[in-house]
């Protein structure tokens, strides 16, 4: 039997329910889930439904979902009175509380996520549970170093991640004790394997795009003659999405183009008004109905990343038809190796995004092509590939 456990909202619901499809899921640990029944039923009676969107999975039996909410709630009042940040002990307090639960009744299969799983995996090792552990993230050495080269080409300094060295520590003894790892694409796993990770205990699975949601909401028609071009930025604007380098790249094309940033801003650098003859207008964090609606406003977006595993959200516009530029370091499938450029390269971005300038024709081309390549990762692809991972732990 599989037991999953996460603290969080990544890829455990989807793993949890390929392991009730193959008739093997014993427990789904999480912190909140929105049921009848179920604390995360409250919370969405409490705050909505589209709050807790992705604390809940269609299909799942709800019987087999076991909550802990305290470790959260306690972090989101620390959160709520200026303590910033996720805290370490919220992890900590919740791999104490399932390793409590190991302890006395261990499954055959234990699927875990980086930073709430350092206790968990200790005891599973010990009674001989075999491991799968899934890493959202570049490996936080690679990561690192990576950060501190970009914040060398930008001419600032890198102070390091607000989490600090203690969860950098806690990943490390995390991805030592689990048997494999679970990463997302070619560049995350080779992230891992610089820092001497075998390739043999890591396992890549591509995330996924629901298509019943991400889908374009009009059609898309031919570019006006002369009309600016409408670039979208979606994520947290920080550092590690490269938004330095996108700045230096519009500054270098010094087109009258038109650039939307949706995301949590992080006060790491001004954000400018105009960079050259490109307008920039900052809408901050949105709703998913919000950025669906954005996707269908922009000709094409652009995720200039010094480090991403994978980046949803352009799997997600590829699906909403809109085409995207991406560099080197986002882990997203393209229909088109061109599509992606160097990382931390300013003049490659401007390229890049000249060629949409300079041929409009064929932001309507791409469209098509990328609505039906993203529509191959769907999430049933995602949990047959996580049945086949279960399967060779199992048997």
């Known amino acids: 039997m599989i ?6 909202v990544h890829t455990a619901y989807e793993c949890a ?8 899921l014993r427990e789904f640990h999480c912190s909140t889930y929105d049921a009848p029944g179920c604390w995360g039923g409250v919370a969405s009676r409490l705050l909505g439904s589209e ?49 409590s639960q190991l302890r006395r009744s261990p499954p055959r299969v234990l699927v875990t996520t980086e ?3 350092l206790e968990s995996l200790k005891v599973a090792k010990i009674l001989g549970t075999r491991t799968l552990h899934d890493c959202p993230q570049f490996h936080p050495v690679t990561l690192d170093r990576l950060m501190s080269e970009a914040a060398d080409r930008a001419g600032v300094v890198w102070q390091g991640f607000a ?8 990943k490390l003894e995390e991805f ?24 043999s205990g890591l396992f890549v ?10 889908h374009p909401v009009t059609e898309r028609s031919s570019k006006p003659m002369n009309a600016n071009l409408e670039l979208l930025f979606v994520g947290e604007l920080s550092f590690r999405k490269g938004l330095p380098f996108l700045f230096e790249a519009l500054k270098l094309l010094n087109a009258p183009v038109n650039l939307t940033l949706a995301g949590r801003p992080t006060g790491q650098f001004p954000i400018p008004d105009q960079l050259g003859r490109a307008k920039v207008k900052v809408v901050g964090p949105v709703t998913k109905h919000r950025l669906r609606d954005l996707y269908a406003q922009s000709d094409f977006m652009v995720l200039p990343s010094v480090a ?24 997203a499938p393209v229909p088109d190796p061109a599509w992606k450029v160097p990382a931390m390269n300013s003049q490659a971005l401007a390229e890049r995004i000249h060629h949409y300038i300079e041929r409009s024709e064929i932001v309507l081309e791409d469209s098509l092509n990328c609505r039906l390549f993203a529509g191959q990762f769907t999430p049933k692809r995602f949990r047959q590939q996580m049945r086949a991972a279960f399967g060779t732990l199992l048997y």
Not at 163 to 170: A, H, K, L, S, V
Not at 205 to 214: A, E, M, Q, R, S
Not at 310 to 324: D, K, R, S, T
Request: charged share 25%.
């Open 51 to 99: 709050r807790l969107r992705n604390r809940r999975i269609a299909g799942l039996e709800v019987r087999r979902v076991h909550e802990n909410p305290w470790p959260w709630l306690k972090n989101t009042l620390r959160q709520r009175f200026g303590g910033g940040l996720e805290s370490i002990e919220m992890f900590v307090d919740f791999d104490r509380y399932y390793a």
């Open 176 to 199: 030592a004790l689990a048997e494999q790892l679970m990463v997302y694409s070619e560049i995350q796993k080779d992230s891992f394997i610089s820092q001497g990770i075998p390739a």
């Open 3 to 8: 037991d999953v456990v996460y603290s969080g």
């Open 115 to 117: 930073r709430c799983a």
């Open 308 to 331: 991403d595993a994978f980046g949803w959200v352009a799997v997600e516009a590829m699906a909403c038809g809109i085409p995207v530029i991406l560099t080197e370091n986002c882990g």
């Open 17 to 24: 329910l390929a392991a009730q499809e193959m008739g093997l």
């Open 163 to 170: 989490d600090g060295p203690e969860m950098m520590e806690r």
């Open 205 to 214: 699975n591509p995330l996924w795009v629901d298509v019943d949601f991400w």
